[in-house]
């Protein structure tokens, strides 16, 4: 199966470090899907290696190359996009299409297409001699929330729970980082992984690339809080390629200001997804440091920055992840949607295992699918979920030891943070209770 991300997209991952895709999760060991590597299996960094040689990296060229001799076949660094394919019926105009679908519809680069990918477009090893057209990127771990899905990784915030519960300041996929506390202040230090952007071998590597690009993917950490994000918007301003690029962003929408909505009005297009999870107290709970009520004025103010930019700004849909704290909570968060007029995208969470609904028991999932079965008609999602928890039941699936790491890591983290997790999501709690307690107790 094309996709554009394996032909011309580069993924940076916080730390700098190359990956395939930002969507691929296959845990298999063997496909080693957190790292990109050069010919001699060193891990590629954007610092340390050719734009040319990540674009031809051995993820990218060994997918490249199934592409081309199994079109209709997908590879198993894809699964993410498949079961996503599966559960949307292969609808290329589902509000849910896959991460595959979605790059497809933006604009061709005018270099590789799904039409023409076949015809001798890479060398007998799978190389290609063109630059990215489609960018996405991290600007380091900078965040103003610490989600409960969330890690390290991906929030600063989450440097203190993470050492105190995990009982190790070391964290990340690949290449570990480690932090350290100044012992002055006693305040975490942020490390020079998670700052590699500040590196004079960077911008020019960007430059490089700008004239080229056609979509940056921009998410985070936070994107709208880190000095980075505005600095590569300025600089594809000043150098008059915006007009030709197509940015799309996943942001937790706390951050939304009147100096960023005057640099997209450069662009050709903005697409924004803003992480919600669910509402009211249970948003809170789940996308700690977030506010309900800021996040639902902030939707406001992205309607009317969609409504006042003719055409470039769109609010493309406010998305929720399926996972164990939300399974009947999806309902609630489509209707407040549905009520703002906004579309509502949903994910399924595969990672951490520990809040994955896949880790579940089949007592609990059939007790979730008779839920969505019963209200497939107050929800436009619930043919999606009854896809999805069809297709993971039986004992492959079942994760005991990650649901009791659910319920001891949502314990500790209601002490940290004086919430209660059980009294927020009663029905979640008497589901555990109920399905999972006598087996993982």
Known sequence: MFCKTVWSGLHILPDGYIRLCSIG???????????????????????THSIHQIMNSDKHKEVRLFNVNHP?????????????????????????????IYLLKIEDDNVVSEE????????????????????????GNLCNQKCVMCSPAFSN????EHFDY???????????????????????????????FEDPRWWPKFE????????????????????????????????GYAKNIWIEYDTNASAINNKIAQRWSHFKKVDIR??????????????FGGKWEKFQNNIKTLKQYEKDSGGIVNLLSVSTCFQIPTVYSIIESEEWCK???????????????????????????????????????????????????????????????????????????????????????????????????????
């Open 116 to 139: 023409d990918y076949q015809q001798n477009k890479i060398d007998s090893e799978g190389n290609i001699d063109w630059m990215p057209s489609s960018l996405d990127i991290r600007f």
């Open 274 to 287: 803003a992480s919600m999870d669910a509402i009211g107290d249970q948003y809170e709970l789940i996308r």
């Open 339 to 441: 009520s703002v007029g906004v579309n509502f995208h949903l994910r399924f969470l595969e990672g951490p295992a520990r809040l994955s609904v896949s880790s579940l028991s089949d007592k609990s999932k059939q007790e979730l699918l008779d839920y969505y079965i019963e209200n497939r008609d107050k929800s436009d999602k619930a043919p999606m979920i009854i896809t999805y928890l069809k297709n993971h039941m039986g004992e492959r699936f079942y994760k005991p030891i990650e649901v009791t790491e659910f319920i001891n890591f949502m314990n500790y983290l209601d002490g940290t943070r004086k919430t209660d997790w059980k009294l927020t999501f009663p029905q979640v709690s008497l589901m555990i209770e109920k399905n999972e307690i006598q087996k993982t107790g």
């Open 25 to 47: 999760q296959n845990s298999n060991k063997k496909l080693d899907m957190q790292r990109a590597r050069d010919k001699d299996g060193k891990v590629m960094h954007i610092l």
């Open 166 to 196: 995990f009982k190790t300041n070391s964290f990340g996929q690949g290449t570990k980082i480690t932090v350290t506390k100044n012992t002055n202040t006693g305040k975490w230090m942020e490390p020079a992984e998670l700052q590699w």
């Open 72 to 100: 209709d076949k997908w590879s198993p660094h894809c699964d993410c996009c498949e079961n996503r394919e599966i559960i949307t019926n292969h609808d290329r105009n589902h509000k849910n299409k896959s991460r595959r």
């Open 157 to 160: 915030l989450w440097y203190e």
């Open 208 to 239: 490089e690339m700008m004239p080229h690009l056609k979509h940056i993917y921009i998410t985070g950490g936070e994107p709208m809080v880190t000095p980075a994000h505005d600095i590569m918007l300025d600089k594809l301003i000043e150098a």
